[in-house]
């Protein structure tokens, strides 16, 4: 099994423009996450998906968009990228409880 | 807000001596508390984790102790190796959607 993999691994936008950022897992797994992580700090939830089809926000969805429509993916959307969307963001998938996440290699992203 | 508390920020450990980090959190709903570890640009990793109704889980030289009515849970390190230095983060799992709330992290440095 690959487990969670993520592209790109690295990408520098422009201010204004809008990128994809793919997830995707071959575990069958029904839940899958997307965080961030900031410089010294901690992950902070943006988008979760407990199914296909099904998605929610989670403690920071301002400027990010998600869909799932295959178990296998979730791709983040981010739209008119600012300089606070810069980041390293990771993407994670569980199976059900006790929900023991798996996490992707991770997309460091500049927005200048 | 939901949130979970992970003291020290950083820790400078000599070998073979005993690494800990502290951990608290808020919400009485959670019912699963997991500690991943994370090197420098990779993903965090599930390295243990502890269910409410146990107040110690041990896997090899990593040992959760867990405190239901102190709201509180440390993760110890025995015999610490400089392999083991990493970023560390609890987290807590809320509710039926797997959603992980992270502590901020701690630095672990092992000296040789």
């Known amino acids: 099994n690959a487990g969670v993999t993520q592209t790109p691994k690295f990408r520098i936008l422009k201010i204004g423009q809008s990128m994809t950022l793919q997830c995707a897992q071959d575990?069958?797994?029904?839940?899958m996450y997307w965080y961030r992580q900031d410089p010294g700090m901690g992950l902070k939830l943006i988008y979760y998906?407990?199914?296909?089809?099904?998605?929610d926000k989670g403690e920071v969805p301002n400027g990010y968009n998600v869909s799932r429509s295959t178990t296998e993916d979730f791709p983040l959307r981010l739209e008119l990228a600012a300089p606070s969307q810069t980041s390293v963001y990771f993407c994670?998938?569980?199976?059900?409880?006790?929900?023991?996440?798996?996490f992707g290699p991770g997309t460091r992203l500049t927005v200048t | 807000q939901q949130q979970v508390k992970q003291s020290p920020q950083s820790l400078i450990v000599q070998k073979g001596g005993i690494s800990i980090i502290n951990c608290a959190y808020e919400?009485?709903?959670?019912?699963?508390f997991p500690w991943y570890q994370q090197f420098p640009g990779k993903g965090p990793a599930l390295l243990i984790a502890?269910?409410?109704?146990?107040s110690e889980k041990k896997e090899g030289r990593f040992t959760i102790s867990f405190n239901k009515s102190a709201k509180q849970f440390s993760l110890h390190i025995m015999d610490s190796q400089p392999g083991d230095s990493a970023t560390y983060f609890c987290?807590?799992?809320?509710?039926?959607?797997?959603?992980?709330?992270f502590g901020q992290g701690t630095t672990l440095q092992v000296k040789p």
């Open positions: 994670a998938s569980t199976r059900d409880y006790p929900y023991e996440q798996y």
């Open positions: 575990m069958n797994h029904n839940y």
């Open positions: 998906s407990v199914g296909a089809g099904i998605t």
């Open positions: 919400n009485t709903a959670f019912d699963y």
């Open positions: 502890i269910r409410p109704d146990v």
């Open positions: 987290a807590s799992v809320s509710g039926n959607t797997g959603k992980l709330i």
